[in-house]
């Protein structure tokens, strides 16, 4: 409240100025410097003006001198003087706003427009004079001295009011000089600028030292002035009450001002305000940004909910799937935005062309819901697959190069794929990198890991539940690494689970052959014959496989004893091995399957020459000049079209797929943890905690199932554009599924532990997937020629001609010529070598790297243990001389000089101490540097070495640095 | 908001920003809660708000340090854990967005210096532990749990190996720890 009414009575003090009587200005000046002279000048401005009364005689007659001495140039004088006052005395009442960082700039401006207003009334010649010294002195800011210089001399050269400058210059120091004598305001300038925590002399100085200052005292009283700036600027970093922080706050603010309002300085603040709020609201807006982008984060909450129940694994791998959700989604951005959207508006529409229509036998069954669920009718003549686009160059009034954009999109998947999986490995590797500071698992673990964020009841108790967790994992984690039993039982246990797995994997292997084997008889045959079993016996037997080999697994697994971490990565890779055989497997009977569909397609370009033949003979008498033959074309013959059929299988091997995991999910463990729910109360035992009790959560299990279905979408999605989609749809309905069946029906791990560790594992797997799911995609992009009468790339004679063709066509030639020279074996070879060598430079330079930061480890360490052994030894010499103290003090009869030694001596020691132990965590906190770390110790012997040496007899041989203290006690308690 | 800023003088607020990592809003946001605490308009700044009213507040009633945290931010000379506005100010200052490590971790410490001698030993780290998992018995660690925790921790980051972790130690494992920042955080 005190402020507030000491802002009326300054703008009360600023009219009385205002009012401009000669008598006025006198009685200002000492109220000024009356008001600056007392520290609270603020708070007592009301007294100050009573005091002004009183001693209106001396300010008078100091006036008076002042006016015999300046003689004729007096009223110019006065004006600037007066001038300098009033905007000294605003600026420090706004600018203390100003430099208090806070929001209400707009106001503060405000404020200083208003008095700018009030100067200009009062004289605007000056005001422009003042204004372009102002300036300068901004520019000048760091060299005060000059500064003032400067001042006259640019007055000089605006050579208006060239007399007055000078003088003004004059009158400054020469008023400033009139409190008190030089000496004495340099004295105190001395002992301000070093303990300055006095305000009452700091106006003294304030008004002192401009006048009487030696550039050397100047630059003393800035960097006084600069310190106390960032001392203020550091002052909210300081854990000090709020009270102390205020008082020392209005203090130096008091102090700076003082300051940098004698310098004349006042216009380089509105800059620097400007910039201080320009960086607040730069900041602020990066925070929103960063806000907004953490709350852009889907199912953060659920991930968290789930984290906090089951610990971090099962919370991982719903990470996986929300983060390969995100590249699902830039992959179906991908197919949507640029094949499939453009083919349905611009392209010829459905019914136009053989391939964009469904044949005449087909018809009556397309639309059947059991025909669309198997993607054939009219879901497969649709921009759903590869048949129905059509090979037109350019489609549409965009003229876009539909088969140019369908190549570069298929090769744009797997680029992007290849990208971010990469980027990410090598992201979590930089993690890993940083591998010392796991050395706080547990410290961080107790210190940090509380959110403190957390408001709601339940989440607290989940938080408790989840940190309990995770204590004890990393207990269990800490014992596990200790524990060593029987070894040779260990082992041929694990021998034994590894036969067994591979016996599963070969039983697999070969089941799924015989079964594929099997599906080529009934193809062969005509899957028209055979039920729904025989037409999906292979995802069918393949999903099964899927499902109960990984549980074969995790039994097997038991035996093997492995630590929880351990043995997910042996479970990964076993359900890994197994996945990858069905797959293939698959694979190479879809390329049996193509190769059976490509003799069907040479067939059938062979009929279609006679079925031409025979209808342009039949119809038309007149070869030459044949009007065109309209044919319907669903009655055109058609070849079978691979393409459509392999990215049809891949299709429904996806769905078939999704549906297994979701059935499986709602048997496997919803009725699973209905039933032991409820058929608890009426069972012999107890099922909750018996035999059946709930299902835990299959990490491994899910995640591999996550990675292979990616891997499937990765190799059909050149076939089949739908199927990024398709995927984000699974995943989509999946992370709700999953997020609700984990919840409501799975038990937490009993042996939790963390996933962060494997996570990437998780990311090489991908790799390797992707990698071998590119691998068939490529193959039969490059070998196998594209179908004659479906797809954009019918025509020609591999897809990748498509570029050739854009080269030659969209291209000016010299384009071409360039590239066909760039691509000739002579310039690629010499390249390759080129990448090679290159990466194997980088190889070997990341492995020196990795040894020198070793080597930099090794040598902290070191260097942390001496300086452990040096502060050790500091606390002895200090227990020495302690000691020694107390020795002369038996020896000398005067006992209160050596009552002031033993205290000295003790205070050092336990100075000494403390600084051991300072520095240690110092020490180690700033070690990246090898600098402060060099600095650090000779410290420490610096401040051994300039205390008094301990004399030879009494070396530190029989004494403990801890022993000393008790002694030392009670040797003062006696006395 | 404009109702609220009347009550708390600009030079002050100006000030408290000055002071605090809190921006404007923040700061009259804080007022018009602690105001309502206080249960009656403009009271005097001195007045403080007893520790049992300060925890009723959301953002704290489920905290299990929320007594460790009045206590330290008080600055009663009854030691009863009751908060003036300048105390409430400086707790929330410490606990916001763009506090930085060094304050955060150097309250952190108080905080979990249950005895308050300047040092964290196995009484504070085991009160410590037993806050962190809940007053329930099922998330309570056994006793043998409890001596291994606090072992290992001690292990880790007592550096000077004298049985404490002092306040440079616990910093110096706080500034390495990737989530602290971004846990040690209360918003109003």
């Known amino acids: 409240m005190p402020r507030h009414k000491l802002i009326a009575s300054e703008s009360d003090v600023s009219i009385e100025v205002d009012e401009g009587k000669d008598n006025e200005f006198s009685l200002y000046y000492v109220e000024v410097e009356e008001s600056s002279k007392k520290g609270k000048e603020k708070q007592t401005t009301r007294d100050g003006r009573r005091r002004r009364d009183k001693n209106g005689d001396v300010s008078r007659r100091r006036a008076s001198e002042r006016r015999t001495t300046e003689g004729g140039n007096k009223r110019a004088e006065k004006k600037h003087e007066r001038r300098q006052k009033t905007a000294r005395k605003e600026g420090e009442k706004h600018g203390k706003r100003q430099r208090r960082k806070n929001a209400d700039e707009e106001e503060a401006e405000e404020e200083s427009n208003k008095e700018k207003k009030n100067i200009k009334n009062e004289r605007t010649k000056t005001l422009k004079l003042e204004d372009e010294k102002e300036k300068d002195v901004k520019k000048k800011r760091k060299k005060r001295v000059k500064n003032e210089e400067d001042d006259g001399s640019s007055g000089k050269t605006k ?42 002399s700091k106006d003294n100085q304030a008004v002192g030292v401009l006048g ?27 854990p000090w009450p709020m009270k102390k922080k205020l008082v020392i706050l209005r203090e130096s603010q008091e102090f700076v001002e003082k300051y940098e309002g004698a310098l ?180 961080w673990k107790t210190f940090t ?28 984690e800490e014992q596990e690494s200790r524990k060593d039993d029987n070894i040779h039982l260990t082992r041929f246990l694990r021998v034994l689970a590894n036969f067994l797995v591979l016996c599963c994997l070969a039983g697999s292997g070969y089941l799924i052959y015989f079964v594929v084997r099997r599906s080529q008889k009934f193809a062969l045959a005509g899957l028209e014959n055979y039920g729904w079993w025989e037409r999906n016996e292979v995802n069918m037997v393949m999903s099964l496989l899927g499902m109960f080999c990984p549980m074969l697994f995790d039994v097997i697994s038991t035996l093997e004893n492995y630590h929880p971490r351990i043995a997910l990565q042996w479970q990964l890779g076993r359900i890994f091995a197994l996945f990858l055989g069905n797959l293939y497997t698959f694979i190479i009977a879809l390329m049996d ?14 009929n279609m020459t006679i079925w031409q033949a025979n209808l342009y003979n039949g119809t038309v008498p007149d070869n030459s000049t044949a009007p065109p033959v309209t044919v319907h074309p669903a009655d055109v013959p058609r070849g079978p079209c691979w393409e459509t059929m392999v990215g049809q299988e891949f299709v429904r091997l996806i769905i078939s797929d999704t549906m297994t995991t979701y059935i499986t999910l709602l048997i496997g463990d919803f009725l699973r943890a209905v039933l032991v729910r409820f058929l608890n109360n009426c069972w012999c035992w107890d099922l909750e905690y018996g035999f059946p009790s709930y299902s835990e959560f299959d990490v491994s299990g899910n995640v591999l199932g996550l990675i292979f279905n990616q891997g499937m979408i990765w190799m059909g999605a050149f076939y089949a554009p739908c199927l990024p989609a398709l995927n984000l749809l699974r995943l989509h309905v999946s992370m709700y599924l999953q997020c609700w069946a984990v919840m409501c029906c799975n038990v937490p791990q009993e042996r939790v532990f963390k996933a962060s560790g494997s996570n990437n594992f998780y990311m090489a797997m991908l790799l390797v997937i992707l990698f071998l799911s590119t691998l068939p995609a490529i193959y039969t992009i490059v070998s196998i020629p594209p179908s004659f009468d479906c797809g954009p790339f019918s025509g020609k004679n591999r897809m990748f001609d498509v570029i050739q063709e854009t080269l030659e066509t969209d291209f000016p030639p010299w384009f071409g010529k360039v ?25 070997s330079t990341s492995k020196t790297y990795k040894r020198v930061n070793m080597e930099l480890k090794k040598k902290l360490q070191t260097q942390n243990e001496e300086n452990k052994k040096k502060n050790k030894l500091a606390a002895l010499k200090a227990a020495n001389e302690l000691e020694q103290a107390k020795k002369a003090g038996e020896q000398r009869s005067n006992s209160a000089s050596d009552l002031g030694v033993n205290e000295e001596s003790s205070n050092i020691d336990e100075a000494g101490e403390h600084r051991q132990a300072g520095q240690n965590g110092h020490f180690i906190h700033s070690s990246q540097t090898q600098h402060t770390q060099n600095s650090e110790p000779s410290v420490s012997s610096n401040h051994t070495t300039t205390r008094p040496p301990p004399s030879r007899g009494h070396t530190s041989s029989g004494h403990l640095p801890g022993h000393p203290q008790p002694q030392k006690n009670s040797h003062s308690n006696r006395r | ?129 037993n806050c962190l998992t809940g007053e329930t018995d099922d998330t309570r660690l056994t006793a043998e749990e409890m001596r291994q925790l606090i072992s290992n921790i001690l292990e880790e980051s007592d550096i000077d190996k004298d049985g404490t972790v002092n306040l440079s130690e616990f910093q110096h494992v706080i500034s390495r720890s990737p989530d602290f920042v971004s846990s040690f955080k209360i918003v109003l």
Request: net charge neutral.
């Open chain 1, 159 to 200: 050579q208006k009011d060239c007399h007055a400058m000078p003088m003004k210059e004059k009158e400054k120091k020469k008023k400033r000089k009139k409190p008190e004598t030089t000496s004495e305001s340099e004295c105190k300038s001395e002992s301000e600028s070093e303990s300055d925590s006095d305000s009452e």
């Open chain 1, 212 to 238: 009487s200052l030696t550039p050397e005292e100047l630059e003393k009283l800035k960097e006084a002035v600069e310190e106390r700036k960032k001392l203020i600027a550091t002052l909210k970093g300081k």
């Open chain 1, 264 to 443: 004349g300085k006042g216009k380089g603040r509105k800059l620097y305000a400007y910039k201080v709020m320009m960086m607040k609201k730069w900041m602020k807006f990066q925070r929103d940004i960063e806000n907004f982008k953490t709350a852009c984060i889907p199912w953060e909450m659920k991930i968290k909910e789930i984290e906090s129940h089951f610990g971090s694994s099962v919370a991982s791998y719903f990470i996986f799937l929300r983060w390969m959700y995100g590249i699902n989604m830039i992959l179906f951005g991908l197919t949507f935005g640029l094949v499939m959207v453009p083919e349905a508006l611009m392209g010829k529409p459905y019914g136009s062309l053989p391939r964009k229509t469904v044949p005449r036998e087909e018809e009556a069954s397309a639309m059947n819901f059991a025909v669309l669920w198997d993607f054939g009718g009219y879901a497969r003549y649709s921009v759903l697959f590869y048949g129905y686009y059509n090979n037109q160059r350019a489609i549409g009034w965009l003229k876009f190069r539909m088969p140019l954009s369908y190549f570069l999109v298929g090769v744009g998947i797997v680029a992007y794929s290849y990208m971010v999986v990469i980027r990410t490995m090598a992201r979590n590797a930089n993690e890993e990198g940083g591998g010392d500071d796991t050395s706080f698992n547990f410290s």
């Open chain 1, 449 to 476: 890991s509380w959110d403190y964020l957390i408001g709601n009841p339940e989440t607290a108790d989940n938080k408790f539940a989840s940190i309990t967790t995770s204590f004890k994992e990393a207990i269990v």
């Open chain 1, 593 to 606: 399957a193509i190769q059976l569909k490509r003799v069907e397609e040479d067939i059938v370009k062979k």
């Open chain 1, 819 to 843: 590239f066909s020279y760039a691509s000739n074996p002579g310039l690629v070879l010499p390249f390759l070598l080129l990448l090679v060598l290159a990466i194997y430079y980088l190889q």
């Open chain 2, 1 to 129: 908001m404009g109702g609220t800023s009347s009550k708390l003088p600009k030079d002050l607020l100006s000030e408290y920003q000055e002071l605090t990592f809190l921006t404007k809003q923040e700061i009259l946001l804080a007022h018009k809660i602690f105001s309502e605490l206080q249960g009656r308009e403009n009271g005097p700044y001195g007045s403080r708000v007893s520790m049992e009213k300060v925890l009723t507040l959301p953002e704290l009633k489920s905290n299990p340090f929320r007594k460790r945290i009045c206590h330290v931010f008080s600055t009663s000379d009854m030691k009863d854990g009751s908060l003036s506005f300048e105390d409430f100010l400086d707790l929330l200052s410490a606990f916001s967005d763009s506090a930085t490590l060094e304050i955060k971790s150097h309250y952190a410490f108080r905080i979990f210096d249950f005895d308050d001698d300047g040092t964290l030993d196995g009484r504070d780290l085991e009160k410590l532990v």
